[in-house]
T-cell receptor, first 113, second 111 residues
């Protein structure tokens, strides 16, 4: 039982490059989400999904795309990376919405030059 | 912009001292959670408070949810070096789909 896994752990991109951050969970949770964490700003919600085929925007969705074709996977795509997207990205899951325990992955540290 | 203001941002204390971290908002939340995060790892849930006025205790940690469900506090009694870390509060809006985090309190407890 791996919980929530994220790959890669570290990534360096050049401005304009694209990439996909992977997130997978083996807990059969319906709710999955992506956050970015920047110094002094806490975690900000990028996108979330309440089940396969259903996604919605969070606080800071611009520049990011998501899809949810299976319960297990929730990839985050950067189509054209910008230096402002340099951050640590966390994927999180919980059984349903609301006050359930939210489980976070170990994070991906992304640097855009 | 909906905000969850957390204070203080940084706290450095001696082992054995008490401390309180505050989390305030103008928004009403259906529930509020407190997390602790270690360097290089994701946040880990400490507690969820749901009812206005609720108080929960976790060993030396006491969590309180304000009566109006707009604010919360975390009190640590007799802090220990093992309490060092980043503490984050998170408010969950009615409907439960969106969570907003405070900026965090970085606590350092010196032996």
């Amino acid at each position: 039982n791996a919980g929530v896994t994220q790959t890669p752990k570290f990534q360096v991109l050049k401005t304009g490059q694209s990439m996909t951050l992977q997130c997978a969970q083996d807990m059969n949770h319906e709710y999955m989400s992506w956050y970015r964490q920047d110094p002094g700003m806490g975690l900000r919600l990028i996108h979330y999904s309440v089940g396969a085929g259903i996604t919605d925007q969070g606080e800071v969705p611009n520049g990011y795309n998501v899809s949810r074709s299976t319960t297990e996977d929730f990839p985050l795509r950067l189509l054209s990376a910008a230096p402002s997207q340099t951050s640590v990205y966390f994927c999180a899951t919980r059984r349903t919405s609301g006050a359930d325990t939210q489980y976070f992955g170990p994070g991906t540290r992304l640097t855009v030059l | 912009t909906q905000l969850l203001e957390q204070s203080p941002q940084f706290l450095s204390i001696q082992e054995g001292e008490n401390l309180t971290v505050y989390c305030n908002s103008s928004s009403v939340f259906s529930s509020l959670q407190w997390y602790r995060q270690e360097p290089g790892e994701g946040p880990v849930l400490l507690v969820t408070v749901v009812t206005g006025g609720e108080v929960k205790k976790l060993k030396r940690l006491t969590f309180q949810f304000g009566d109006a469900r707009k604010d919360s506090s975390l009190h640590i009694t007799a802090a220990q070096p093992g309490d060092t870390g980043l503490y984050l509060c998170a408010g969950i809006y009615t409907g439960g789909f969106k969570t907003i985090f405070g900026a965090g309190t970085r606590l350092f407890v010196k032996a």
